[in-house]
């Protein structure tokens, strides 16, 4: 079957970021000071950014 990864993804500011993968894996809106918590199917890189703020942007390592 297909192995699933739950991701926590945390918010600490105190305004609402959308947290948006760049190859449509994911796109949540992280409220103020809270985590969220995406689910992953798949292994690879996963560059993710907010459409707020372009400039705040990571890359997530999946690995079977």
């Known amino acids: 079957g ?3 990864c739950a991701l926590p ?3 600490k500011d105190a ?3 959308p947290a948006t993968a760049r190859n449509g ?3 949540v809106n992280l409220p103020p000071k809270k985590t969220v918590t995406s689910v992953l199917s798949k292994a690879g890189t996963v560059e993710y950014y907010c459409r707020y703020h372009p400039n705040m942007k990571a890359v997530l390592k999946i690995t079977p």
């Open 25 to 27: 894996d994911f796109d």
């Open 9 to 11: 993804i945390l918010n």
């Open 2 to 4: 297909v192995q699933t």
């Open 15 to 17: 305004f609402v970021h």
